[in-house]
């Protein structure tokens, strides 16, 4: 799996006429060939050459049908820095499609608050985002929390009894102290600003909010450094994070 950082280019936009009628499953690029010899390819309103190119926009039509390239999947794991928002505005300042710039239409799975660093995933298949973020699929997010004051068993103990927001009572979580001031949460839930709005509850506040797993999925692993992101075939979204759930 190869790294990529902020703006650099990994796939070309332009593709020839005969790769795009194999990659749409219509016939072989030899088969392409003769199509486009025998003048029953258009693309747009031009009857195609060989070797003609199609770009991104580009309409083809084979005998006067629009033959369609499938859509490839792509599932991308991204580490996000503090200050880059989780929004598909591309208008918004420092958006996190304007920060990755990759060259195909995706969409962040879920939010990191423009506070919060760590792993976000991208995708342009809508049929995993639901069962990575509904919470009855309990797929495990851990964040790395540092408070701004020592960390009190009042604080632990509220916390894995649950708290009230939005009128719902959270989901039961996993906490592990990790220093004086630092601690792991595991949510199997994504209310809005949930972490942060669970520890206020206790007269905490988290200064420093880092997602470092999404299921089995951990951002150490990744070697990604801020502003990074790297592509993830599905079979190991598959193994990692949806975990064969239906």
Known sequence: MRVWARGEEKLSKIVRINKYLTEANYCSRRQADRLVEEGRVRINAEKARLGGRVQSG????????????????IYIAYNKPVGVICTTDKTAKDNIIGKIKYPARIYPIGRLDVNTSGLILLTNDGNIVNRILKGRHRVEKEYE??????????????????????????LPIKLKQLSERKLSMVLTEGKNRQVRRM?????????????????????????LRANQYIELKKDLIDKLILLNRP
């Open 145 to 170: 929390v540092s408070t701004d004051k020592k960390i009190t068993e009042k604080l632990l103990s509220g916390l894995e009894q649950g708290v009230v927001l939005d009128g719902l009572k959270t």
């Open 58 to 73: 580009d309409k083809v039509f084979v005998d006067g049908s629009e033959i369609k390239r499938k859509e490839k999947k």
């Open 199 to 223: 520890v206020r509850e206790f007269g905490f506040e988290a200064v420093k909010l880092k997602r470092v797993r999404i299921g089995q999925l951990k951002l150490e692993d990744l070697s």
